[in-house]
């Protein structure tokens, strides 16, 4: 019972690639793409190789000929199986149900956009000359900044401003973290070292970077591990890495700046008219909208 459940569970479960396939389907059958080769014939409808390459990558992140015998001939019942509801949705004209036939559109759209960058970033030209000006941009112009500081990390709110009263009555911060911490650098007298802002949780990092060095925390620090007392020992910019070391980081920059410029530029020269008012429908909407934004 439980592998029939899991059985009909995978096959729901794709039921989420239903739109894409249900779109190929209503193309491949009308002129979209031409069918020559087909490796199943489902109520009349030609299942191309790349219809059970596209599916199979969906369901097992392979190519169908990758796959083991046993893996081909369940892929291949599964993707039948999905064919066989959507041709039969199809000729109960589900398809032509107005958000049925939305969801069919948006899916295709979202296919083709996927396609077209994925083709823009394919074709992108990136040589040293454009990755060597953003690492200039990202890591000399703009250097990192490192914190280095001690934490006493207890378990309860009353604790840490025990030790806040300690530490202000003269106690050694070094010391109460030995003694008192729980934290794993309690052996080290509550020593982090050196880090980067995005190296710790954002309350704890938030906190560091507000404070001088030799200032220690004059209200507890909340994170998920518990309450913190924080000495700032200092900041310093971080040495830029070895350029070969983050030239992959780099590409992946490069690219993603590439791909935000094209849709920017795509979006500011398409032909759009707004259709529908977004106005608020009165005029207190209008006051409590505003009221809102302002945080009164």
Not at 27 to 43: D, Y
Not at 50 to 70: C, G, H, N, P, W
Not at 179 to 198: M, Q, V
Not at 209 to 222: D, R, Y
Request: charged fraction near 25%; include cysteine.
């Amino acid at each position: 019972m439980r592998k029939i459940f899991s059985r009909h569970l995978a096959i729901a479960a794709s039921l989420m690639f239903l739109g894409a396939c249900d779109q190929l389907s209503g193309q491949s059958q009308h002129g979209g793409i031409k069918v020559t080769n087909p490796v199943a014939v489902v109520n009349g409808y030609k299942v191309a190789p790349e219809i059970l390459d596209i599916y199979s990558e969906a369901r097992t992140r392979q190519k169908f000929e990758a796959l083991s015998q046993q893996q081909k001939q369940e892929v291949l019942d599964e993707a039948i199986k999905l064919i066989a509801i959507s041709t039969e949705a199809r000729s109960r004209k589900l398809h032509k149900e107005p958000e049925i036939a939305a969801r069919i559109e948006l899916q295709s759209m979202n296919v083709l956009a996927q396609a077209r960058i994925g083709k823009l970033v394919e074709e992108a030209e990136i040589d040293d000359a454009r990755l060597q000006a953003a690492y200039e941009a990202q890591y000399v112009t703009s250097p990192k900044k490192e914190y280095k500081a001690r934490h006493i990390l207890v378990k309860t709110e009353e604790e840490a401003r025990g030790i806040i009263s300690e530490l202000e009555g003269g106690a050694d911060f070094a010391k109460l973290a030995e003694e008192k911490s729980i934290g794993p650098s309690a052996g080290n007298g509550g020593d982090l070292g050196w880090f980067a802002r995005d190296a710790m949780v954002k309350p704890f990092a938030d906190a560091v970077a507000t404070m001088e060095a030799g200032q220690f925390s004059k209200s507890p620090v909340q994170t998920q591990f518990g309450y913190h007392v924080i000495l700032a020992e200092g900041s310093r910019e971080s040495a830029p890495p070895d350029f070969e070391s983050v030239r992959e980081s780099l590409r992946s920059s490069v690219q993603q700046d590439i791909v935000e410029e094209f849709i920017e530029n795509t979006s500011n020269a398409a032909d759009i008219r707004i259709l529908i008012d977004l106005q608020p429908e009165s005029a207190a909407e209008a006051d409590a909208e505003a009221a809102a934004n302002s945080g009164g």
